[in-house]
């Protein structure tokens, strides 16, 4: 598997974002090329907080689940350690939800915006331990863009 060249990806998320900052345009967006420009995954999408739980926002990939509830699940766990949460065998999480029973993998990072947790990125892959050190850091950079520089007025919290 090639390494993704994550310094283009963010050239191209700051364009999207530039472009059309609001959430839902420049989301959507974003999981489409996040989908296109990284191998073996099989979703890539994000979670947005809704009235104290997260709610499906842009994605790619399968039906996924609705709502997840804050520490429930990769995602929730995720919002509520306020961390990246990294996973190499999903089956061994305690608590995964499990949206598409390929899916092995998977990271959730959170997206900080004006001192809150406005959503999560989260990809999952259906290769074991797909995400790496490199992975982390890299999307770490094009999430922080997101929370500055995406318009999340429209969300609910």
Same mark, same amino acid.
């Given at each position: ?12 998320a700051? /364009?999207?974002?530039?472009? /059309?900052?609001?959430y839902v ?10 989908? *296109?420009?990284?191998? !073996?995954?099989?979703?890539? +999408?994000?979670?947005?907080?809704? #009235?104290?739980?997260?709610?499906? +926002?842009?994605? *790619?990939?399968?039906? &996924?689940?609705? #709502?997840?509830?804050?520490?429930k ?6 919002? #509520?350690? *306020? =961390?990246?949460? =990294?996973? &190499?065998?999903?089956h061994?999480?305690?608590g ?5 029973a390929?899916? =092995? ?9 004006k001192?809150?947790? &406005?959503?999560?990125?989260?990809i ?6 797909r995400?790496?050190? /490199? ?11 997101? !929370? *500055? /520089?995406?318009?999340? !007025? !429209?969300? #609910?919290?």
């Amino acid at each position: 598997m090639e390494s993704t060249d994550y310094r283009l990806m963010y050239e191209q998320a700051a /364009e999207i974002i530039r472009t /059309e900052p609001h959430y839902v345009s420049a989301l959507s967006n974003l999981s489409a090329l996040l989908f *296109q420009s990284m191998e !073996g995954i099989n979703w890539a +999408g994000f979670y947005l907080m809704d #009235r104290g739980s997260l709610v499906v +926002g842009p994605f *790619q990939g399968k039906t &996924a689940c609705i #709502r997840i509830e804050i520490g429930k699940g990769v995602c929730g766990t995720a919002v #509520r350690q *306020q =961390r990246v949460v =990294r996973v &190499a065998d999903v089956h061994a999480f305690p608590g995964h939800i499990a949206c598409d029973a390929y899916s =092995r993998s998977e990271i959730v990072l959170p997206i900080w915006n004006k001192g809150r947790i &406005a959503g999560v990125l989260d990809i999952d892959s259906p290769l074991p331990d797909r995400f790496a050190a /490199e992975d982390e850091e890299g999307l770490s950079d094009i999430v922080q863009l997101i !929370g *500055q /520089e995406v318009d999340f !007025g !429209g969300l #609910r919290e």
